[in-house]
Every structure is written in structure tokens, then in C-alpha cells.
């Protein structure tokens, strides 16, 4: 901890200020209910292409080492951990923007490193903000622009409460905080436990359900993929099962709304040897309310609209 805080009150307005950060962004993302591009979202790709143990490694263990490490191992209060800092932060950045303006970040973390190497208190609080705001710069590619606007004040409110959290505490507090923070938001997404009713389907032809199921049974490798003319048995997360149905998806754009990860299993089967029409399929679906597809103006968009 920086020896140069004498008195853990002094640092209290790193915590009111990430509360209200957090609080706005909340807000702001509620209030403009615009659908998210899932070809625009990091998080949703993660969740289509990797077995489901391996998304909640990466989210809720992998991006928390890695992050804190890059972002607040400064907090530390040693020489080493800053030179650390310098190093894991400036290589974090040009990983995730390959560009010539991100080495402007090393020269700014070496300037406060050594200009101010005699003046701890206001090295701490360029720490804190410089570190604060390239956390939320490294979180841009997580969603498309207009969302990530809106959420901007989340991820600096939380690189705040975290800074506060090392500084008032200990370092290894910091990652076991975020870890909690995206395992909790994961889990509001839907993808750790499955809470939605079955959802009955059931035409003229064919009879069968949309079940949620936890992501974390979710495995490229393993999982039932029939898709016969008269047997549709799969599991999938709800981004795919409309693009699955209309058997075109390069053709349509997907968007979502809620932020949603959840995973379900459709098990659909032939009520005779006819094949299953998938277009009454989507109008059910469609009925029910969990999307809805724009033929009226000819875009092609699907807006999913979860429950």
C-alpha cells in the first residue's frame, strides 16, 4: 500500500466517485433500449465460439488476473510493481489497439513514474485516473460505439471502486472483486443458471419446446447437432436459433436487447413423415414475443427481444 496515505479516509472519493460512475452508466445503458449488433460485441462472439467452460474461465478467472495485473498493480506500492505496471499496461494497450497512437501510453505512464518518483501523492492520483480511463479505453471493443458511450461510465466507476479497493486493502483483493463482478454479470445474463420457463412450439406439423439450459453445458464438441428435415434437435444460444431457422444467415442482422447470454435447447420433431416447416417456427417464435424480424422495410434485421 502507498505509504503516503497516512489516513484511508483520504482516499474515500475514489469510492463515492465509482458508486456514482457506476450508478449513471447503469442508468444511461437502461434508459436508451437500443439493440446491440451481435457482429459489434466481443462478449457475445465468445459465447457462440468457445465451449461454455472455457467462456467462464476466460471471463470470470483469465480477464481478472490479466486486467488487474495491467491496470492496478501499481496500487502495490512498489518500485517493481510499477515498472510492472508500465510494462503489463503499455502491452495491454497495443494488443488491443495495434496503432501508433497507443505508444503515446508508455511515455505518459514513464513520465508520472519518474517525474513525480518524489511526489507519491500525486503520482498515486495520475495513477489513478490515467489507469482508470485506459481501463475503460481497453473495453471498447466489447460492444459496437453507441452502447459502449452509454457504458463508459460503468467501466470507469469500476476501475475506481477497484483502485480504492487496493489501496485501502491489498492487491489480490482487486481480482478476486472483478472476478465476482463479471461472474455476477455473466449470471444476470443468463449463461451460469438457466431460470426461464420451456417454451411450448407446436403447428400443424410439428410438436416440440425451447428450453434454457446453463452455457457452462454448452460443448462444440459434444453437442447434439441434428438438423434434418424432419428432426430439429440442437443446442444453441438464442442469437443462432433464428439465423438457424431461416437457414440464411449471412443475410440478416442480428441485434439484441437485453445483453443476453443464455443458451437453450430446441428439440423439435415431425408430427408425420412430412418435413418441419421452419417458417411457422419463427412465426411462433415470433408470437411469443422473443423476436421479431423487420420485413417491412426489406433490412433484414432480427431484433431478439429476450424475456
Not at 80 to 85: G, H, K, P, Q, V
Not at 219 to 248: A, C, E, F, H, Y
Amino acid at each position: 500500500m502507498f505509504e503516503c496515505i497516512k489516513n484511508k479516509k483520504q482516499i474515500r472519493w475514489l469510492l463515492y466517485g465509482g458508486l456514482v460512475s457506476l450508478v449513471v452508466g447503469i442508468v444511461m445503458t437502461s434508459v436508451n433500449d437500443v439493440p446491440s449488433d451481435i457482429n459489434d460485441n466481443a462478449v457475445l462472439k465468445q459465447v457462440t465460439m468457445l465451449p461454455g467452460w472455457l467462456f467462464f474461465v476466460m471471463v470470470v478467472v483469465f480477464a481478472p488476473l490479466m486486467e488487474e495485473f495491467a491496470f492496478r498493480s501499481w496500487v502495490i506500492g512498489k518500485k517493481w510493481a510499477n515498472y510492472l505496471s508500465l510494462v503489463l499496461t503499455s502491452g495491454f494497450m497495443v494488443s488491443v489497439f495495434p496503432s501508433f497512437w497507443v505508444l503515446i501510453v508508455p511515455v505518459l505512464l514513464a513520465i508520472n513514474l519518474f517525474a513525480f518518483n518524489k511526489k507519491p501523492v500525486i503520482q498515486m492520483y495520475i495513477y489513478v485516473v490515467l489507469t482508470s480511463l485506459l481501463f475503460s479505453i481497453a473495453h471498447k471493443n466489447n460492444l459496437d460505439f453507441h452502447h459502449y458511450i452509454l457504458a463508459f461510465p460503468i467501466y470507469f466507476g469500476l476501475a475506481l471502486c477497484l483502485c480504492w479497493l487496493g489501496l485501502r486493502v491489498r492487491f489480490g483483493w482487486c481480482i478476486v472483486a472483478h472476478a465476482l463482478y463479471n461472474f455476477t454479470l455473466i449470471t444476470l445474463g443468463g449463461f451460469t443458471i438457466a431460470t426461464q420457463e420451456p417454451v411450448h412450439l407446436e403447428g400443424k406439423t410439428f410438436k416440440g419446446e425451447l428450453k434454457q439450459v446453463s452455457g457452462l453445458k454448452n460443448d462444440n464438441n459434444k453437442i447434439s447437432d441434428s438438423l434434418s428435415t424432419r428432426v430439429i434437435d440442437t443446442r444453441v444460444p438464442i442469437t443462432q436459433i433464428s439465423k438457424m431457422l431461416l437457414g440464411d444467415e449471412k443475410e440478416y442482422k442480428i441485434e439484441l436487447y437485453p445483453i443476453s447470454y443464455k443458451f437453450y435447447d430446441i428439440d423439435i420433431k415431425s408430427k408425420d413423415t412430412n418435413a418441419i416447416d421452419r417458417k411457422n417456427i419463427i412465426r411462433l417464435l415470433v408470437d411469443k414475443k422473443l423476436i421479431r424480424i423487420d420485413t417491412l422495410k426489406k433490412e433484414k434485421i432480427i431484433n431478439i427481444f429476450e424475456q
